[in-house]
């Protein structure tokens, strides 16, 4: 191999997951644990950027004209390009590539945190002590049907399962999970799109200073977290529906020594907050996991709780751009059938600019544009990239919202 070749090489590699920023209650990874997820990780690498592209090739040399020869027209649906793709046997190889790699992910990051849970949890717990009133956890609360039926992202019990007492298990296989992903622009702490959020917001609007937020579906914190530390003088509220997740998230803000965010159990269709009380409502990657219903509830509860001149903003799968091939839009809904997002195929669909109008919100203050994501949060202006996301056709992160008057 010449120096190019190893030059180059370099520069496509995924970072070594030694390189992974940690806390005190990120779980302790052994030597052989951070070798097998540096395999893992170049394996996703690999599959994203070497072995998907034959599927291209495969429809336009096999699949598609042996389907017009034996139908004697084109497809018609994405659907339809998807019964006639399952056939083919690269395809075939690659998907169950994919979602092996992708249960691998949850079987390494589950293998890690339970040897240790016991001392997770104990872990936790002190550090809740620290701040118990920023914590409040609803036992009554009714996890919703969309969050029960399905395993979202193939992590075994969803995010909300509790196996223990105080359990945080698949809280910490989450983080374990989400520290995989950091040569794919999400951050040293899997934050880095709040960490750009907050960057687009002060450079787009220097003079909004909120004085309380809303982070709804705030999982972990990862994301809620960045809004904290860019607006110190705000009042950072994380919620969601599951108590596992906020154990972590909050005992995850106070070992980072944040503050100024509190976490509170609850479901995002029916918040618990006054009519106009919040200056920002915001979520990462949250209303996909929801279902239509839920997203027009959530929207409308967003309108509610914003105080006027407030911002509602979401990141969330965009809508398919006009001219996206039947192809692009059968890649496109991988992981609604094959990871476990069963919404994602028709967050796809969905208008998102009516969802915005019909809450209330006018169509003049209407915002919707493409987010990059920030990958390295030590130069958070400077860092910003564009990120792949998901299977063919999104280049960006989404990001649409509005101003209430």
């Known amino acids: 191999m010449n120096k190019t070749d190893e030059k180059d090489q370099a520069v496509h590699l995924p970072p070594v997951y030694n390189n992974a920023q940690k806390h005190a209650v990120f779980p302790n990874v052994s030597q052989d644990e951070k070798a097998r997820f540096n395999f893992l990780t170049a394996l996703q ?20 004209p042996q389907s017009l020869a034996r139908t004697g027209r084109d497809f018609k649906t994405p659907e339809e390009v998807g019964e006639a793709m399952s056939q083919d046997l690269y395809y075939q190889m690659w998907c169950a590539l994919q979602r092996s790699a992708q249960e691998m992910i949850q079987q390494a990051g589950r293998s890690v945190v339970l040897r240790q849970i016991e001392n997770l949890v104990e872990k936790v717990k002190q550090y809740n002590a620290q701040r118990p ?20 992202q193939c992590m ?25 992903e950091i040569g794919k622009g999400s951050g040293l702490l899997s934050d880095g799109k709040g960490y750009a959020v907050v960057d687009w917001l002060k450079k787009n609007y220097p003079d909004f200073k909120p004085k309380r937020i809303l982070d709804i579906g705030c999982g972990i914190g990862n994301n809620t977290l960045p809004l904290a530390v860019g607006y110190p003088e705000a009042e950072v509220v994380g919620i969601d ?4 997740a906020l154990r972590y998230a909050h005992a995850r803000a106070t070992a980072l020594k944040t503050p ?10 029916t918040l618990p907050v006054d009519n106009g009380s919040f200056d920002w409502v915001q979520s990462t990657m949250f209303l996909h996991t929801t279902s239509a219903s839920a997203i027009n ?27 996206t091939s039947l192809f692009e839009q059968f890649m496109g809904n991988w992981e609604t059938f094959n990871n476990n997002e069963p919404f994602l195929g028709v967050v796809h669909k969905m208008d998102q600019v009516e969802w915005m109008k019909s809450a209330g919100f006018l169509e003049r203050n209407l915002l919707q544009f493409g987010l990059s994501v920030a990958s390295n949060n030590d130069n958070k202006s400077q860092s910003l990239v564009d990120h792949s996301y998901g299977h063919g056709v999104l280049t960006t992160q989404n990001a649409f919202g509005a101003w209430k008057e």
Not at 156 to 180: C, F, K, M, Q, R
Not at 260 to 269: K, T
Not at 304 to 321: D, E, I, K, N, Q
Request: proline share 7%.
């Open 297 to 323: 509830a959530v929207v409308r509860e967003t309108y509610r709780v914003l105080t006027s001149g407030g911002l509602m903003l979401h990141l969330c799968p965009a809508p398919y751009p006009p001219g």
């Open 156 to 180: 075994p019990g969803g995010y909300h399962t509790e196996y223990i007492a105080d359990d945080v298990t698949n809280a910490a296989v989450e983080e374990i999970t989400g520290s995989l």
């Open 241 to 244: 529906a599951s108590a596992v």
């Open 45 to 64: 690498q690999h599959l994203a950027s070497t072995v998907e592209l034959g599927n291209k090739a495969a429809f336009d040399k096999r699949v598609k």
């Open 260 to 269: 100024n965010v509190r976490f509170v159990q609850a479901n995002a269709e």
């Open 133 to 152: 009133e920023t914590l409040s956890l609803d036992p009554s609360l009714a996890i919703p049907h969309y969050l029960t039926r399905v395993d979202h």
